[in-house]
């Protein structure tokens, strides 16, 4: 029988999740078990337990982590781009968006893909993480508002019933224009979708080029969103 490892217990908490991003990667979220991560690691359970008492709680960190890398993506893409250059940091933003999809794929589908089944994640951890990740784009939306640049043509076609919607959450994230939120949900809806399909190999097998495909579209969407 192996000994158990020791570990720096500055490093435990590290080691515990890299190694379930491993089984993530090789059996999908579903089968992830910390009894499996304590024998991965040579360490006996309840180090593990001391950390997170469930899979749900391992879980729920994973998907804050994933979602934190995703904007922590964001937030760096948009500032690399010039200030008043609306369609470089929108672009920006949606290269991005895939590279980092294309790099964590695990977390990308963590997030984004099946739902676990039983699990359900406790939204006062999980959206503050999820929301910070879509602020750069909504971000860069606004500052095309304020500067006249973002096609408002649309905002009189929003049902009454999706406009008080945006309107809740715009008294949490201001905006020059309610028709803001709804651009980033538009724009967001239609990049996610295209990645998605990249992610999940769902294209056609004839489809080689997926980044011409996403390219283009990115092109359309710069076209419809901004003036």
Known sequence: MARPKRIDQTDLLNEIKVTAWQQIAENGAAALSLRAIARALHITAPAIYNYYPSRDDLVTALIVDAYTSMGDAQFAAVQAE???DHRRR??????????????????????????????????????????????????????????GKLRLSQAE???????????????VYPVQH??????ALAVWSRVHGLVSLEIGHQF??????????YQLQLDRLMDETLS
């Open 82 to 84: 010039p200030a008043g």
């Open 90 to 147: 929108l672009m920006a933003l949606g290269l991005a968006y895939r590279q980092w999809a294309i790099t964590y794929p695990q977390r990308y589908q963590l997030i984004f893909g099946t739902p676990i089944p039983g699990y359900h994640a406790p939204l006062e951890l999980t959206d503050p993480a999820a929301s910070r990740s879509l602020a750069p784009l909504i971000d860069a939306l606004d500052a095309a508002c304020q500067d």
């Open 157 to 171: 076609e929003i049902p009454e019933n999706l406009r008080q919607q945006l309107q809740a959450f715009g008294q």
């Open 178 to 183: 309610i028709f803001v939120l709804y651009a």
């Open 204 to 213: 056609p097998p004839f489809v080689e080029d997926i980044q011409a495909i």
